[in-house]
């Protein structure tokens, strides 16, 4: 509509600067070509607002994805000691399926194998669903600058199994790791340095879990006395409450069903008498 507009805007402008053109003679050739400049960038402004308007779902590519599909069965093919299945997902991404054990023999294939160079490791993410045996998942996300191209790895594991650190193959793994460890208590063998990062020290549990609650167990305030922040377990000053969502008026039963009666006042009755005979009554 916009885009629209604003053509039938450009092509009034220009009749009038033609007929004011043939009215006023030579002179007025400047002044129509100042104005058809204006209209130019005019248009050009809309157009550009036509495409920011419209949506930026990404196009599937077909020989793309036949390409990752190409890919992902080599890759498994070579290590189906560990890779349990390749796919590619509906937004065009390669995913591997990996068993916890071949974390780290995975990894290093695709960061020297000449077809992959998959050497930057972008994040590190843990998933928790306490329904599956293997409650956590745990996804590493590679990039290959030389191919321009992603890969996902997926891996599972429990509360008590642990699973290889990545650190001896990418360095940045580190506080990935760690993060893991500190929000869902997945442990990482052989990690240089599995401490805390985001929870203060002493911290009981593993807040991403679902099973922690929202309240958690402690709570941290200032001590006067100590002059330092200290923790302590978790008090709640006010009580569980129901909360209605209805009228406020409703939550008050002896006014719910009460009836209220109303009669007219006489022109010779004044508002004290009328309050005295309620009060009587």
């Not at 402004?45 to 190409?70: D, F, G, H, K, W």
């Not at 972008?122 to 745990?138: L, M, V, Y």
């Not at 506080?175 to 990062?197: A, Q």
């Amino acid at each position: 509509m916009a885009v629209a507009a604003g053509r039938i805007l450009s092509n009034h402008l220009l009749k009038n600067s033609l007929r004011n053109c043939v009215a006023s003679g030579l002179p007025g050739l400047t002044k129509v070509c100042n104005q058809l400049k204006t209209i130019n960038v005019h248009n050009s402004r809309c157009e550009q607002l036509r495409y920011e308007t419209t949506t930026t779902v990404r196009e599937a590519v077909p020989q793309a994805n036949a390409q990752l599909e190409e890919y992902g069965k080599m890759c498994a093919e070579v290590l189906p000691k560990y890779i349990q299945r390749a796919e590619v997902t509906q937004f065009g991404e390669l995913e591997l399926l990996i068993h916890p054990s071949g974390v780290i023999p995975v990894t290093t294939f695709l960061k020297d194998h000449h077809n992959g160079q998959f050497l930057n490791l972008s994040d590190i993410a843990g998933i928790d669903i306490p329904a599956k045996t293997n409650r956590f998942e745990i996804v590493y996300n590679l990039l290959s600058l030389r191919y321009n191209a992603r890969i996902r790895l997926r891996t599972y594991t429990d509360e008590l199994s642990p699973i290889d650190s990545l650190c001896s193959v990418f360095i940045a793994a580190n506080w990935y790791e760690r993060e893991i460890w500190d929000m869902y208590g997945v442990y990482f063998s052989n990690h240089p340095d599995l401490r805390r990062i985001l929870t203060d020290y002493g911290f009981e549990g593993h807040p991403q879990r679902k099973d922690f609650p929202l309240s958690g167990y402690v709570e941290m305030r200032y001590d006067e006395d100590v002059k330092r922040v200290v923790a302590e377990p978790l008090e709640l000053a006010q009580e569980f409450r129901k909360f209605e969502l209805g009228s406020e008026w409703e939550q008050f039963p002896a006014h719910r069903n009460r009836e209220v009666k109303v009669r007219q006042v006489s022109p010779g009755e004044s508002f004290k008498q009328v309050a005295k005979e309620g009060e009587d009554k």
